[in-house]
């Protein structure tokens, strides 16, 4: 799962991301999504594409 802006409750479980563009923003990926993404592969332009709870899908990479 990931959330827009910092989860109400087990923020532990999450890590944050800045979203490249946005300095008020950030993207918090639960630890689940972030293992599951070290054993996937993105698509062949380097995204991957997740549901945002409240928002619906979303296509992202981590730029380094």
């Known amino acids: 799962m990931g959330l827009w802006g910092p989860?109400?409750?087990?923020?532990?479980?999450?890590?944050?991301?800045?979203?490249?563009?946005?300095?008020?923003?950030?993207?918090?990926?639960?630890h689940e999504v972030l293992a599951w993404m070290e054993r996937s592969r993105p698509s062949p332009e380097g995204d991957y594409l997740f549901f945002v709870e409240g928002v619906g899908r979303l296509r992202f990479r981590l730029v380094e």
């Open 7 to 30: 989860p109400e409750e087990d923020h532990h479980s999450f890590s944050p991301f800045p979203v490249e563009g946005r300095e008020d923003l950030a993207c918090w990926i639960h």
